[in-house]
T-cell receptor
């Protein structure tokens, strides 16, 4: 069974802090990695994708990938209350399937 | 103009009934999906169609039957509903076939089986 593991949280951080969200995956041949954000009662939306080892930055978001450790993370700098949501890690399995983790709930308090 | 739209948004029904959820996308995408999200937020793929061809059929009870009349529509019919079918069902689409494409989700259809 191919799995994607995330800490369910909640992860609580103060406004302005860095939020660090982590994800591990079991399939060594996975090639593509994504972070989706899901607000309560809403649908998931893509915020970051990463395909090679290292860091990828987009505004306040940085995705980090370490394929040797089968680990992907998302850093949110200068966290805002509007960042409060569930963050879903997703990993490709074979070429057709995207496997999601159970998500980490992030709470940013003022 | 909604990109991926699902109807209905809410269904409440009794065990044993049959229900359908409809999905339409106006993005011109080739691939459409049904995902199920349970109460613990676990999002699991059920089916995927590419240009009306079934390409992913996960281990789903055969009470669930998808139908894609054209590449802009993907419907889900569920027979003999059970309590465990209660979940939010998301339709999604992507521009191309394959897991590397961004998924665009509909708003979800919350199914409650009593």
């Amino acid at each position: 069974q191919k799995e994607v593991e995330q800490n369910s949280g909640p992860l609580s951080v103060p406004e302005g802090a860095i939020a660090s969200l982590n994800c591990t995956y079991s399939d060594r041949v996975s090639q593509s990695f994504f972070w989706y954000r899901q607000y309560s009662g809403k649908s998931p939306e893509l915020i970051m994708s990463i395909y090679s080892n290292g860091d990828k930055e987009d505004g306040r978001f940085t995705a980090q990938l370490n394929k040797a450790s089968q680990y992907v993370s998302l850093l949110i700098r200068d966290s805002q209350p509007s960042d409060s949501a569930t963050y879903l890690c997703a990993v490709t399995y074979n070429t057709d399937k995207l496997i999601f983790g159970t998500g980490t709930r992030l709470q940013v308090f003022p | 103009d909604t990109a991926v739209s699902q109807t209905p948004k809410y269904l409440v029904t009794q065990m044993g009934n049959d229900k359908s959820i409809k999905c339409e996308q106006n993005l011109g995408h080739d691939t459409m999906y049904w995902y199920k999200q349970d109460s613990k937020k676990f999002l699991k793929i059920m089916f995927s169609y590419n240009n009306k061809e079934l390409i992913i059929n996960e281990t789903v009870p055969n009470r669930f039957s998808p139908k894609s009349p054209d590449k802009a529509h993907l419907n889900l019919h569920i027979n003999s509903l059970e309590l465990g079918d209660s979940a939010v069902y998301f339709c999604a689409s992507s521009q191309g076939r394959g897991a590397t494409w961004e998924l665009f989700f509909g708003e979800g259809s919350r199914l409650t089986v009593l």
